[in-house]
């Protein structure tokens, strides 16, 4: 071991080793292949680990986070609240290191594992800088300089997310990321010569990125730390540095996928430890000149961080305003009285599709809330997500916008948007990010949809023409089943408003979260607006809307059929069934309020049948009986549709007089009555 740079790469190896081998589980060959650009890396960012969310610090993702033992070993290393018990505590119960990393977790920036998630996620941040600076950075007060690095192999390259964000990042000219391709040649299948044989620089040329390439990365950390250099100096396009490494380097199986998911065997550590100059006997050793080498840069990543505090203290002499919004957004918190500007309405006011109603709360409240900032995937007119006078994000070498706008035309990429708005969103500065698209193609972003809700990030979602409603483009578009599938997944809300307030109360919702994302589902139709409703009822998630004395049936809906089982009760009610009618929004903000609320809206004793234009799946939690539709719609003017399946107001009615006749003389317990609380 002939100088620091050496044992500290060494070390990290041996690490990665014993961690997996440890644990029984996990992937070292990445990590001992990836180490010296890491070293390279790290030892060159800009980070506090005494204060993990400084703001100007640099953003590092690992899109290929099943190397995870290596992102762990480092923040250990480098003076993180990770101590080497966390590390011989890799992958077991309620660990500080689990299996892939986690956002929740100090110095891990966003929650990896799919692949292509964290190349997507890392573009996020990069736009979320760019955005920052422009609005924030002022002569002499640079307040926001950092770069967004990001590891990834060929498994995220195969995945299509990386291919929609990667493009658009290269459109975006994004020269504050810079990405490393673990250039290994292996994925799990083996060599990837058997599925994967592009040229992934000539496609990222292609792109608009800027490519360099490090031939040696198994030993020439110093040549990977000059790549580094060079790509800053490339300000108007991203760059990828491929380093080319050996999966699982020092070990016997080396360039093998034998080292990809699989730990090393004891006679593969011991050859490695003396190889690397380690004892064989010995487990989790860290040299304390590591730690002191290491430790330089964490000093120097708090003084580079003591010094920002001073700038900004200047800074906020000079531009009050700016500092006082960029303080407030820092803590996560929105502007005072900022739902003020969200719009009522009464019976008065015309019939208007929610989608319609969903570009008036972004016009109303974008100039409210600077932290606003989203897109649409090509679909602006449709879905109505951008105000009048909105400033595209956009490079100003174009000529169509600048950094310092909010509308990002993110092309027809749903999933490379998912990503990349997680992306933004956890960046800090309470960015509140949405994306755009028909309901039904939501779909195309589930996976980051998924990762929203398990990591915590509070973005949006902008699901406009959500139901068979939309009409005469037909079953390719009309989303029977895709509230079901979001609303199966935990900490998502699902909102299907019914009218303007219940579109205001969603946005609320969602706007005012710190830690669960939504889905705001749209109507391309007029819809009423509804006596009953209100900003302040719906914000409940669910609240009767339509009340009568001694009801005999209760009608819960959502979205468009609300208006229309109202008609329904009011028809009933003629015939001798008095009924009330609950609109139910949201399913996740409804199952968070008291018991005694919730059963004052599905009592004991009643019948409840269930209303919506889509797969009923999921609504028995909710009602008795269920009407929706269990099989794909069809090409049509939307109101011949509706006919078709008979909701209509005498359909509704139809079958809920047969629901009252079921249950007649019946004793008969709210649904939301169960006998144990599922697991929390």
Not at 66 to 82: K, N, P, R, S
Not at 151 to 175: R, T, Y
Not at 331 to 350: H, M, Q
Not at 446 to 464: C, D, E, M, Q
């Amino acid at each position: 071991m002939s100088d620091i740079n050496t044992l500290t790469i060494n070390t990290i190896r041996v690490l990665a080793a014993d961690t997996v081998a440890k644990a029984n589980s996990g992937h070292p060959g990445a990590p001992m292949g990836m180490a010296p650009t890491a070293h390279a890396l790290f030892t060159q960012m800009k980070f506090n680990p005494k204060n993990p969310d400084w703001l100007n610090r640099d953003r590092f993702v690992l899109s290929n986070g099943h190397a995870c033992a290596l992102l762990y070993i480092l923040l250990h290393l480098f003076g993180y609240d990770y101590t080497l018990d966390d590390l011989k505590n890799f992958r077991q119960l309620n660990s500080k290191t689990p299996g892939h990393p986690e956002a929740d977790l100090p110095g891990v920036e966003v929650t990896t594992g799919p692949l292509g998630q964290g190349i997507a996620n890392a573009i996020g941040l990069a736009i979320a800088q760019k955005q920052i600076a422009a609005r924030f950075n002022r002569p002499n007060y640079t307040i926001s300089d950092n770069y967004t690095y990001c590891f990834f192999g060929d498994g995220c390259m195969m995945e299509g997310v990386a291919s929609e964000a990667c493009s658009l990042a290269g459109h975006l000219q994004l020269g504050n990321l810079i990405a490393f391709y673990d250039d290994n040649h292996i994925s799990i299948d083996g060599d990837i010569n058997v599925a994967f044989t592009e040229d992934v620089l000539k496609r990222l040329e292609a792109y608009g990125w800027e490519v360099i390439t490090v031939s040696d990365a198994d030993t020439n950390w110093q040549a990977i730390q000059d790549a580094i250099a060079k790509a800053k100096k490339t300000t108007d396009k991203p760059t990828c540095i491929k380093v080319t490494t050996t999966i699982g380097y020092g070990s016997l199986n080396q360039g093998t996928h034998g080292v990809h998911g699989s730990p090393l065997k004891p006679d593969d550590i011991i050859q490695l430890k003396k190889r690397f100059g380690f004892d064989p006997s010995q487990k989790f050793v860290v040299p304390q000149e590591v730690y002191d080498y290491y430790g330089k840069f964490a000093e120097a990543g708090a003084k580079a961080e003591k010094e920002w505090n001073n700038l900004f203290d200047e800074y906020a002499g000079e531009y009050p305003d700016l500092a006082e919004e960029l303080a407030r957004r820092v803590k996560n918190e929105l502007p005072s009285g900022w739902e003020k500007a969200l719009p009522t309405y009464t019976t008065s006011d015309s019939a208007v599709a929610t989608r319609k109603l969903s570009e008036i709360v972004l016009t109303k409240i974008e100039s409210v809330l600077p932290e606003l900032i989203g897109g649409s995937a090509d679909l602006t007119p449709s879905n109505l997500t951008r105000w009048s006078d909105a400033v595209d994000f956009q490079p100003p070498s174009t000529g169509l916008g600048d950094y310092s706008g909010r509308y990002i035309r993110f092309g027809v990429r749903e999933h490379g948007v998912g990503a990349i708005i997680n992306g933004i969103s956890a960046y800090g500065a309470n960015f509140k990010a949405y994306g755009a698209t028909f309901l039904n193609f939501v779909s195309y972003a589930s996976g980051a949809v998924r990762l929203s809700a398990l990591s915590g990030h509070p973005i949006i979602w902008v699901a406009t023409h959500d139901s068979i409603g939309l009409g005469e483009d037909g079953p390719t578009h009309q989303p029977i089943e895709t509230l079901a599938h979001l609303r199966a997944i935990p900490n998502l809300m699902v909102w299907r408003p019914a009218d303007g307030n219940e579109t205001s109360a969603a946005y609320h919702q969602a706007l005012s979260s710190k830690h669960t994302p939504a889905i705001i589902a749209l109507s391309r139709q007029n819809l009423p607006q509804l006596e009953g409703s209100s900003i302040e009822k719906a914000v409940k998630g669910g609240y009767t809307i339509y009340e009568v004395e001694s009801p005999k049936l209760i009608l819960v809906s959502t979205g468009s059929e609300v208006s229309t089982s109202i008609d329904a009760a009011k028809l009933l009610a003629e015939q001798g069934t008095p009924t009330s009618v609950v609109s139910l929004p949201d399913f996740h903000t409804f199952d968070l309020q008291p018991k005694d609320y919730k059963l004052s809206v599905l009592p004991d004793g009643i019948p409840i049948m269930s209303v919506e234009v889509m797969s009923p799946s999921g609504w028995s939690g909710y009602s008795h009986v269920q009407f929706g539709i269990n099989r794909f719609g069809m090409s049509a003017p939307a109101p011949e549709i509706y006919k078709a399946f008979e909701f209509t107001p005498e359909g509704i009615a139809k079958r809920g007089q047969l629901t009252v006749d079921y249950y007649k003389g019946k004793e008969l317990l709210s649904p939301l009555q169960k006998p144990f609380v599922s697991i929390q």
